[in-house]
């Protein structure tokens, strides 16, 4: 009867045993597709991260283009007006010497 109980726990050991390598093989497969998983949403998460920043640096470069485009035109409007004025003065300012010429020198 002692030899049938030491030859029952050593089979209760070596089931014990089996279930626990099975638990620690399970544990690594488990472990092993956690990884697996976890570096497959990073990257996933770093794709759309970088979508995303290629989208806003898109937008910001045509908002740029576009307020760039309006200040340039504005610009060109305020240098023609200068332009302008300065062509209005330059004739002022000839007609004036004009008439002091011929006012200063008499009737010419």
């Known amino acids: 009867m002692v030899k049938e109980a030491i030859k029952a726990v050593k089979e209760a050991e070596a089931k014990a045993n089996d279930i626990l390598q ?5 544990s690594r497969d488990i472990k092993r597709e956690a990884e697996i998983l976890a570096e497959e949403k990073y990257q996933q998460i770093i794709e759309e ?3 995303e920043a ?3 640096k898109e937008k910001a470069l ?5 307020i760039g485009r309006t200040l340039i035109e504005r610009g060109r409007e305020e240098s ?3 332009i ?4 209005k003065n330059i004739d002022k300012a000839v007609n004036i010497i004009i008439e002091r010429i ?3 020198n ?3």
Do not use: C, F, Q
């Open 102 to 104: 011929v006012n200063t």
């Open 62 to 66: 045509a908002e740029g283009e576009s």
């Open 49 to 51: 991260a970088e979508r």
């Open 54 to 56: 290629k989208s806003i």
């Open 84 to 87: 302008e004025l300065s062509h």
């Open 106 to 108: 008499g009737n010419s």
């Open 22 to 26: 099975e638990a620690n093989r399970v």
């Open 80 to 82: 023609e007006k200068l």
